[in-house]
T-cell receptor
Framework: KAGVTQTPRYLIKTRGQQVTLSCSPI?????VSWYQQTPGQGLQFLFE???????NKGNFPGRFSGRQFSNSRSEMNVSTLELGDSALYLC????????????FGPGTRLTVL | AQTVTQSQPEMSVQEAETVTLSCTYD???????LFWYKQPPSRQMILVIR??????QNATENRFSVNFQKAAKSFSLKISDSQLGDAAMYFC????????????FGTGTRLTIIP
């Protein structure tokens, strides 16, 4: 079974631009979560989607948004990029909820210049 | 709010020896999950082991085992017969059982294996 895939793997943007990252979960997984990883703040939860609905949201500004499609693929969008948005963005999928484990993708490394 | 603390930023161990990574957490919940994830350099996060809080028996996965002390809110990872491929950042993570699937991570421990 294929793992979680994320595209693109690397991205360079400039301040003020917007960016969209994509995540395809493991087949059969309906929950997708997004995390931001930086050297200073560590791993922080952004949001979680299940069956196209956002169930949980972390403490990030409204510039960070996401969505999930009917095939469980998810996208996250960051508008008006700031230098501090430079990070590794990790996506994790889970079969449903409750007892399951989250499996991570390789991440998208975003650099904001 | 739940917090996870890893007090050892770096650890090193000789190949074939045993090493223990520490993790403590704080929660008011009685039912939850704990995880150890491994993140090799420039590679993706891999699940090492997980523990359900309601289970008293410590989880084991081959060379990896945990010492789960619920009352002390401690969750350490023991790696036996360390191998070069074990070199990585190790993150301890907490997740509530219901209602919130978010993982709360510790700051990580960088493990170096000395040949």
């Amino acid at each position: 079974k294929a793992g979680v895939t994320q595209t693109p793997r690397y991205l360079i943007k400039t301040r003020g631009q917007q960016v969209t990252l994509s995540c395809s979960p493991i087949s059969g997984h309906r929950s997708v979560s997004w995390y931001q990883q930086t050297p200073g703040q560590g791993l922080q939860f952004l949001f979680e989607y299940f069956s196209e609905t956002q169930r949980n949201k972390g403490n990030f500004p409204g510039r960070f948004s996401g969505r999930q499609f009917s095939n469980s693929r998810s996208e996250m969008n960051v508008s008006t990029l700031e230098l501090g948005d430079s990070a590794l963005y990790l996506c994790a999928s889970m079969r449903q909820a409750g007892t399951d484990t989250q499996y991570f993708g390789p991440g998208t490394r975003l650099t904001v210049l | 709010a739940q917090t996870v603390t890893q007090s050892q930023p770096e650890m090193s161990v000789q190949e074939a020896e045993t090493v223990t990574l520490s993790c403590t957490y704080d929660t008011s919940e009685s039912d939850y999950y704990l995880f150890w994830y491994k993140q090799p350099p420039s590679r993706q996060m891999i699940l090492v082991i997980r523990q359900e809080a309601y289970k008293q028996q410590n989880a084991t996965e081959n060379r990896f085992s945990v010492n789960f002390q619920k009352a002390a809110k401690s969750f350490s990872l023991k790696i036996s017969d360390s191998q070069l491929g074990d070199a990585a950042m190790y993150f301890c993570a907490y997740r509530a059982n219901f209602g919130n699937e978010k993982l709360t991570f510790g700051t990580g421990t960088r493990l170096t294996i000395i040949p």
